[in-house]
């Protein structure tokens, strides 16, 4: 069983899912629960989803790993049930890594594991580069090191982003309507080429009724593209500052380049890479294999912090 609830952060509030009861008063203090309430040790898993996607992503997860860990499962801003950022603010990659960072505060004196997938693991792999000390392990799902690119991209990479705002500022009172849930889980499926089963429990927090349409809960301004991206020296800089383990997990169907030595796996300490069953959202397509890795490689992480 997973509990809802909202942690208030600096500037918003996120929709988190947890496998134990939230505590009203440490979370009006900014706390998801303190390592006194707990009723053991376990470490905590911190599931963080991907682009477009939302915490019931791992819902598959849930219950194979609940056993072993404390488990808590985050809705990034303008995603699932959280709050969507500003109207002046157009997501900002190193913003999700400030998010992450309260997230961890919120968690303060349990050991963290973070599980990312896609955005969320280029999220979680940015925020252990610059606090390594705060993490036991890091699982990281079709995805690696930040998006890095040449720097003599940098202005064509500026233009292709104002441009994007400009034309989302054009469709700005355009709200897609959908004639039923199944029409939502429909375009999904086709997206992501999975199964309606698959992808239900992430449908459904994705998308909201008003009267007799359908309409979907994310942010529009998600859709526009990034005005900078890290160069290949910053993004290795952060990679090779990781001090725990990191176990990638990549599906058979998957971003391919991601196996490639350049792609970020080389440049961290203690890293190992598997394939699993799947493409690029191979943990709901794999969940079996993928929760066994997870408890394989956290068996083997000796400190936990």
């Given at each position: 069983?997973?509990?809802?609830?909202?942690?208030?952060?600096?500037?918003?509030?996120?929709?988190?899912?947890?496998?134990?009861?939230?505590?009203?008063?440490?979370?009006?203090?900014?706390?998801?629960?303190?390592?006194?309430?707990?009723s053991?040790?376990?470490?905590?898993?911190?599931?963080?989803?991907g682009?477009?996607d939302?915490?019931?992503?791992f819902?598959?997860?849930?219950?194979?790993?609940?056993?072993?860990?404390?488990?808590?499962?985050?809705?990034?801003?303008?995603?699932?049930l959280?709050?969507?950022?500003?109207?002046?603010?157009?997501?900002?990659?190193?913003?999700?890594?400030d998010?992450?960072?309260?997230?961890?505060?919120?968690?303060?004196?349990?050991?963290?594991?973070?599980?990312?997938?896609?955005?969320?693991?280029?999220?979680?792999?940015?925020?252990?580069?610059?606090?390594?000390?705060?993490?036991?392990?890091?699982?990281?799902?079709?995805?690696?090191?930040?998006?890095?690119?040449?720097?003599?991209?940098?202005?064509?990479?500026?233009?292709?982003g104002?441009?994007?705002?400009?034309?989302?500022r054009?469709?700005?009172?355009?709200?897609?309507?959908?004639?039923?849930?199944?029409?939502?889980?429909t375009?999904?499926?086709?997206?992501?080429?999975?199964?309606?089963?698959?992808?239900?429990?992430?449908?459904?927090?994705?998308?909201?009724?008003?009267?007799?349409?359908?309409?979907?809960?994310?942010?529009?301004?998600?859709r526009?593209?990034?005005?900078?991206r890290?160069?290949?020296?910053?993004?290795?800089?952060?990679?090779?500052?990781?001090?725990c383990?990191?176990?990638?997990?990549?599906?058979e169907?998957?971003f391919?380049?991601l196996?490639?030595?350049?792609?970020?796996?080389?440049?961290?300490?203690?890293?190992?890479?598997?394939?699993?069953?799947?493409?690029?959202?191979?943990?709901?397509?794999?969940?079996r294999q993928?929760?066994?890795?997870?408890?394989?490689?956290?068996?083997?992480?000796?400190?936990?912090?």
């Open positions: 069983m997973m509990y809802e609830c909202r942690l208030p952060l600096a500037e918003s509030e996120l929709a988190i899912m947890t496998s134990f009861p939230p505590c009203r008063e440490a979370l009006a203090q900014g706390k998801l629960v303190s390592a006194a309430e707990l053991d040790q376990r470490p905590t898993l911190v599931f963080l989803h682009w477009h939302n915490a019931a992503s819902t598959p997860l849930f219950e194979p790993l609940s056993a072993a860990f404390h488990l808590v499962s985050v809705d990034w801003p303008g995603h699932g959280s709050e969507h950022r500003g109207t002046d603010n157009y997501y900002y990659f190193m913003d999700y890594v998010d992450l960072a309260q997230i961890r505060q919120a968690l303060a004196g349990q050991s963290v594991i973070l599980v990312g997938h896609s955005l969320g693991a280029l999220v979680a792999a940015a925020y252990a580069g610059a606090f390594p000390e705060t993490l036991a392990g890091l699982v990281l799902i079709e995805g690696l090191a930040p998006l890095c690119e040449n720097a003599e991209l940098a202005a064509d990479r500026l233009r292709q104002i441009e994007s705002r400009m034309k989302r054009q469709r700005v009172s355009k709200r897609l309507k959908l004639d039923s849930f199944q029409a939502a889980l375009v999904r499926c086709r997206i992501n080429g999975l199964d309606a089963e698959q992808l239900r429990p992430l449908v459904q927090r994705a998308t909201y009724r008003d009267g007799d349409h359908w309409y979907w809960r994310h942010d529009d301004k998600l526009c593209d990034s005005l900078i890290m160069t290949e020296m910053q993004a290795k800089t952060l990679m090779s500052g990781i001090a383990p990191v176990l990638s997990v990549l599906g169907r998957g391919t380049y196996k490639e030595p350049d792609a970020g796996l080389s440049w961290v300490p203690q890293a190992a890479q598997i394939t699993v069953p799947g493409g690029h959202h191979c943990h709901l397509e794999s969940p993928v929760c066994e890795q997870i408890l394989l490689f956290t068996s083997k992480i000796k400190k936990l912090v």
